[in-house]
């Protein structure tokens, strides 16, 4: 019967799969999000959509500050750019600035040897072609065996769970949305590298709604605005 309810979820999920690819985006202009911590306003995140032909690029800037006593404790900054072209990933880049410690990710897709070849901060060396950027916009990564940390380039081979279609309200708006889990395929990572995020998608447009983890408090991405 338990293998019988997951075959449903999967394959239900690869019918999502297959009507959320970039393209599924292409009218997508801008995404901007609020970033709470223990439901206090610290930071914003942003996309840009970037169309010309048949290429797609994807500037993204985050930054958050965590403040007490208005004395800044923690202070965050990040910018990436994502590139796709005909629809398939080509390259992705950033630079972060995380507390006065700096990252890095450069990954390149070589169709030669059907890779991606990824030197960051955290990992240099190959990786499988079907891994996608941990950057949560593209609704494809609910069927990824792995995600590549945006920050560093870690490897994070990962689990899916669909909780179920719920409506949310972010921002006073209702939203009827997909509700997923991330968590580490790897339970012997310590529990700061350890992956456990929901996400939430709208059930339509497959559009990036809200983020939620804990650790080291609560955090949540909530979506502002899109155009």
């Given at each position: 019967?338990?293998?019988?309810?997951?075959?449903?979820?999967?394959?239900?999920?690869?019918?999502?799969?297959?009507?959320?690819?970039?393209?599924?985006?292409?009218?997508?202009?801008?995404?901007?999000?609020?970033?709470?911590?223990?439901?206090?306003?610290?930071?914003?995140?942003t996309y840009k959509f970037i169309y010309e032909g048949n290429?797609?690029?994807?500037?993204?800037?985050?930054?958050?500050?965590?403040?007490?006593?208005?004395?800044?404790?923690?202070?965050?900054?990040a910018k990436s750019e994502e590139n796709y072209k005909d629809?398939?990933?080509?390259?992705?880049?950033?630079?972060?600035?995380?507390?006065?410690?700096?990252?890095?990710?450069?990954?390149?897709?070589?169709?030669?040897?059907?890779?991606?070849?990824?030197?960051?901060?955290?990992?240099?060396?190959?990786?499988?072609?079907?891994?996608?950027?941990?950057?949560?916009?593209?609704?494809?990564?609910?069927?990824?065996k792995a995600q590549i940390s945006a920050v560093s380039g870690?490897?994070?081979?990962?689990?899916?769970?669909?909780?179920?279609?719920?409506?949310?309200?972010?921002?006073?708006?209702?939203?009827?949305?997909?509700?997923?889990?991330?968590?580490?395929?790897?339970?012997?990572?310590?529990?700061?590298?350890?992956?456990?995020?929901?996400?939430?998608?709208?059930?339509?447009?497959?559009?990036?709604?809200?983020?939620?983890?804990?650790?080291?408090?609560?955090?949540?991405?909530?979506?502002?605005?899109?155009?």
């Amino acid at each position: 019967m338990k293998k019988l309810l997951l075959s449903i979820i999967f394959y239900f999920l690869g019918i999502l799969h297959l009507s959320a690819h970039v393209g599924h985006y292409k009218n997508l202009n801008y995404l901007e999000y609020d970033l709470f911590r223990n439901n206090n306003l610290i930071g914003k995140h942003t996309y840009k959509f970037i169309y010309e032909g048949n290429n797609l690029k994807i500037e993204s800037e985050v930054y958050f500050k965590i403040k007490k006593f208005n004395i800044v404790l923690y202070n965050y900054y990040a910018k990436s750019e994502e590139n796709y072209k005909d629809g398939k990933f080509i390259s992705f880049k950033s630079k972060t600035n995380q507390n006065k410690k700096e990252k890095y990710v450069n990954i390149q897709r070589d169709s030669a040897k059907n890779v991606l070849k990824v030197d960051g901060s955290s990992f240099k060396g190959e990786t499988s072609i079907d891994n996608i950027i941990g950057t949560w916009w593209n609704h494809e990564i609910v069927q990824a065996k792995a995600q590549i940390s945006a920050v560093s380039g870690r490897i994070i081979k990962q689990n899916v769970e669909f909780i179920g279609k719920e409506d949310i309200k972010v921002d006073e708006k209702t939203y009827q949305t997909l509700h997923f889990n991330f968590s580490s395929s790897d339970k012997k990572l310590s529990d700061d590298k350890k992956l456990n995020t929901d996400i939430w998608y709208d059930d339509q447009t497959k559009i990036w709604i809200k983020a939620a983890f804990d650790k080291r408090g609560y955090w949540e991405y909530r979506l502002k605005e899109f155009r």
